[in-house]
């Protein structure tokens, strides 16, 4: 009895070990698992280190650009999921719905949603439509896939107050807090844990006209997808500073403000020549960042567009200033040949100085 008895105590002793390696075992592959998908969820932490430099050029773009809204944070954005976006968790008077395919979601304000969700269909259109030429002229695009499964998320305010309060809620500032000034804007979270876009916000205006009228959504929704590719790609761990013009100049470009045609009025030559240094900001009261950064660009893809797309790729990871050394484009001459270049098209083409566009 009693060996038997030992004999049942050790069978059970080596069911126990084995129940317990087992257990161990579980615990192991359960831990990898759980380690493997947090890696899978979160972007490789090369943001670890943001050079305090880079740091400066976010916020002074914050500053000085009140079509763009940044939230700049040590640990970094951390839910990346749409179930987190304020178009879900809002509720109330500001409860959203949404249209979604599988790269977008757009919200839409639940008064006259009739109107609206045909809005966000047709936005859902434009933007998947948009990504191929996005490709060709960046270089790349941001799939859900590369952001930690985020859908690109674009909000449609119905309502001045709706538009100042849903960008309020995605930069976390006062609810007070106005922006006129622009149409459109793109928020985004920036820590060591990457970029994330917050969302797209486009004035109630932008429906008001032909969707590819000059401030049509149409126009807006693509520069704003721009501003989503060029930031979504900046190498946040190095020293990076861009002028203003760098990346409104090419989201304009890219949307094609004015149909994609080069500037002729006599004044806006002249304006270029004295106040648009190529190692400078452009004058911020004229919103020159916008309409003559596009002109620089024009200029630079004016025989070939792959100039256009190789600054753009090396102003991933360096300065605007860097980017004309590794170009070996001195500057000061190409300021001149721009501005030759310039003379030379308006003595084809009188036309009137394109109104200045709002600021997006
Ligand atoms: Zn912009």
């Not at 959504?217 to 761990?237: I, P, R, T």
């Amino acid at each position: 009895m009693k060996k038997k008895k030992r004999n049942t105590n050790q069978g059970s002793n080596v069911r126990g070990t084995l129940v317990g390696f087992f257990l161990m075992f579980c615990a192991i592959a359960l831990l990898f698992g759980w380690v493997y998908k947090i890696g899978v969820n979160r972007p490789p932490l090369k943001y670890a280190l943001i050079p305090e430099s880079t740091i400066e050029y976010l916020r002074n773009l914050n500053n000085i650009n009140p079509g763009q809204g940044i939230n700049l944070s040590d640990e970094g954005p951390m839910d990346w999921d749409n179930d987190e976006d304020f178009g879900q968790t809002a509720s109330g008077d500001m409860k959203w719905r949404f249209e979604e395919d599988e790269n977008f979601i757009v919200y839409y304000h639940k008064d006259k949603d009739a109107l609206w969700q045909g809005y966000a269909q047709q936005v859902l259109k434009y933007a998947d439509a948009a990504i191929p030429s996005m490709i060709d002229l960046m270089g790349r695009y941001y799939y859900p896939k590369d952001m930690n499964g985020r859908k690109l998320a674009i909000y449609l305010a119905e309502s001045e107050n709706v538009y100042n309060n849903t960008i309020n809620q995605l930069m976390n500032t006062n609810p007070a807090s106005r922006h006129t000034g622009s149409i459109g804007i793109t928020v985004f979270s920036i820590g060591r844990t990457g970029c994330m876009t917050d969302g797209i916000v486009i004035h109630p205006d932008c429906f008001k006209d032909d969707p590819h009228g000059e401030n049509g959504y149409y126009k807006v929704l693509l520069h704003e997808m721009n501003h989503y590719v060029f930031f979504s790609s900046l190498d946040y761990s190095k020293p990076i500073k861009h002028y203003l013009w760098v990346s409104e100049g090419i989201a304009e470009y890219y949307c094609q403000r004015n149909d994609g045609k080069q500037i002729s009025s006599p004044e806006a030559i002249a304006f270029i020549e004295q106040k648009c240094a190529l190692n400078s900001e452009f004058p911020l009261t004229d919103n020159s960042a916008y309409w003559a950064g596009e002109s620089f660009y024009l200029h630079l893809g004016n025989q070939n567009e792959k100039r256009v797309k190789d600054f753009i790729n090396l102003a991933y990871t360096t300065s605007t200033d860097s980017v004309f050394i590794l170009s070996k484009m001195d500057q000061s001459t190409t300021h001149k040949k721009w501005v030759e270049d310039l003379r030379a098209h308006q003595l084809l083409e009188t036309e009137e100085m394109p109104e200045e566009p709002e600021v997006q």
